[in-house]
């Protein structure tokens, strides 16, 4: 059974930094697109960035300041956020496509205060 379990999130000050993780089990997901989505409250889930086979895609809002990187070996993937703005917080998601199927974790919240 597919399982995403994400971690990292928390409360930071604007300017600050936080690391998401993301580990995917029940399949090795080598060629999968693994990425992050975030949600907030009345509007639909975002893409944030997202990975595959070494090519990067990044939401205009984020370019310059987070960074998505998969570490194969522990089916992981990651997202460094830096420079974190009031407007980043939000529930990050972590995503794993394959294609035929969509896979969720179950989120994590991100706050950034003023």
């Known amino acids: 059974q597919v399982q995403l379990v994400e971690s990292g999130g928390g409360l930071v000050q604007a300017g600050g930094s936080l690391t998401l993780s993301c580990v995917a089990s029940?399949?090795?997901?080598?060629?999968?697109?693994m990425g992050w989505y975030r949600q907030t409250p009345g509007k639909q889930r975002e893409l944030v960035a997202n990975i595959r086979s070494g090519t990067t895609n990044y939401a205009n809002s984020v370019k310059g300041r987070f960074t998505i990187s998969r570490l194969y070996a522990k089916n992981t993937v990651y997202l460094q956020m830096n420079s974190l703005e009031p407007e980043d917080t939000a529930v990050y998601f972590c995503?794993?496509?394959?294609?035929?199927?969509?896979?969720w974790g179950q989120g994590t919240q991100v706050t950034v205060s003023s």
């Open positions: 029940g399949s090795a997901f080598t060629s999968a697109t």
């Open positions: 995503n794993v496509d394959v294609g035929y199927h969509t896979y």
